[in-house]
Nanobody, 124 residues
Framework: QVQLVESGGGLVQAGGSLRLSCAAS????????VGWFRQAPGKEREFVAA????????FYGHSVNGRFTISRDNAKNLLYLQMNSLNPEDTAVYYC?????????????????WGQGTQVTVSS
């Protein structure tokens, strides 16, 4: 079992950057693949990015590919999402999630553990 806590959300102007962090509990963070999802009001949860448990493999949702970068530091039990070139469509609550196994996934149902989310608001 792993507990996840997101941080780093806030208000940023369009075109700006923001880095989100997700702190994972325990000594077993490297045993989980992890990812980021987001959910805007009235919309379904959307896949953002995922990374395998070694940190060597990543993939992204089409709407953020080329702008966002997911990374992890297993020694510090931290997951990051670097967000660049933000636009108002990126406004959402961002969640980190973890799943048992080595590889990330793009479906929220494939994840076992979720953080509470952190709000990102991009002003125009």
């Amino acid at each position: 079992q792993v507990q996840l806590v997101e941080s780093g959300g806030g208000l940023v102007q369009a075109g700006g950057s923001l880095r989100l962090s997700c702190a994972a509990s325990g000594q077993t963070f490297s045993r989980y693949a992890v990812g980021w999802f987001r959910q805007a009001p009235g919309k379904e949860r959307e896949f953002v990015a995922a990374i395998d448990w070694s940190g060597s493999g990543t993939f992204y949702g089409h709407s953020v590919n080329g702008r966002f970068t997911i990374s992890r530091d297993n020694a510090k039990n931290l997951l990051y999402l670097q967000m660049n070139s933000l636009n108002p469509e990126d406004t959402a609550v961002y969640y980190c999630a973890a799943r048992n196994g080595p590889y990330g996934a793009s479906l929220d149902v494939d994840y076992d553990y979720w953080g509470q989310g952190t709000q990102v608001t991009v002003s125009s």
